[in-house]
T-cell receptor, first 115, second 112 residues
Framework: KAGVTQTPRYLIKTRGQQVTLSCSPI?????VSWYQQTPGQGLQFLFE???????NKGNFPGRFSGRQFSNSRSEMNVSTLELGDSALYLC??????????????FGPGTRLTVL | GENVEQHPSTLSVQEGDSAVIKCTYS??????FPWYKQELGKRPQLIID?????GEKKDQRIAVTLNKTAKHFSLHITETQPEDSAVYFC???????????FGKGTLLTVNP
């Protein structure tokens, strides 16, 4: 099976702009999670979707939003970008069961730089 | 919410030595504990995981132990090799909490 894919791999934006990142899970997986990775804060959970429903959300401002489509692909959006949003954004997919104990497989990430 | 503490933050060993990384968690409802390895510029890769009905799990040179009473779990790597050099993350999840809470990571350097 093909792994988790993310597009684009790199993005450069300026403050105030908005950005949309995309994640395609492993075929058959219905759970998609998003994480922000920075050198100072490590890996922080943004949100998780299962069958188009957001089941959990991390402690991020409302500028961060996401959605999941019927084919399980997911997008996340960040509006009004700030310098501190520069990070590696990782998505991870998990199996059809969608249990909290299912193994999560990560994509390669999108490197976002905000100038 | 869940909090995961990971120690040490850096670890340097000689090739062939063992390496141990320890994590503690706060939420007694957590019942799934994966370990990920992330090489520079690469995605995190699952190397081993353990669920709370098991106390220890081994996979070749890698083992994980879990003490639910004390709320801590550890990664053991034996006969380390230079290619084991990477950042290792522990994580916890469980119950109705559909998210992984990660430790801050351990930079492991294996010196030839």
């Amino acid at each position: 099976k093909a792994g988790v894919t993310q597009t684009p791999r790199y993005l450069i934006k300026t403050r105030g702009q908005q950005v949309t990142l995309s994640c395609s899970p492993i075929s058959g997986h219905r759970s998609v999670s998003w994480y922000q990775q920075t050198p100072g804060q490590g890996l922080q959970f943004l949100f998780e979707y299962f069958s188009e429903t957001q089941r959990n959300k991390g402690n991020f401002p409302g500028r961060f939003s996401g959605r999941q489509f019927s084919n399980s692909r997911s997008e996340m959006n960040v509006s009004t970008l700030e310098l501190g949003d520069s990070a590696l954004y990782l998505c991870a997919s998990a199996s059809m069961g969608g249990a909290s104990t299912d193994t999560q497989y990560f994509g390669p990430g999108t490197r976002l730089t905000v100038l | 919410g869940e909090n995961v503490e990971q120690h040490p933050s850096t670890l340097s060993v000689q090739e062939g030595d063992s390496a141990v990384i320890k994590c503690t968690y706060s939420d007694s409802a957590s019942n799934y504990f994966p370990w990920y390895k992330q090489e520079l510029g690469k995605r995190p890769q699952l190397i081993i995981d353990i669920r709370s009905n098991v106390g220890e799990k081994k996979d070749q040179r890698i083992a994980v132990t879990l003490n639910k009473t004390a709320k801590h779990f550890s990664l053991h790597i034996t006969e380390t090799q230079p290619e084991d050099s990477a950042v290792y993350f522990c994580a916890a999840s469980g119950g109705s909490n559909y998210k992984l809470t990660f430790g801050k990571g351990t930079l492991l350097t294996v010196n030839p």
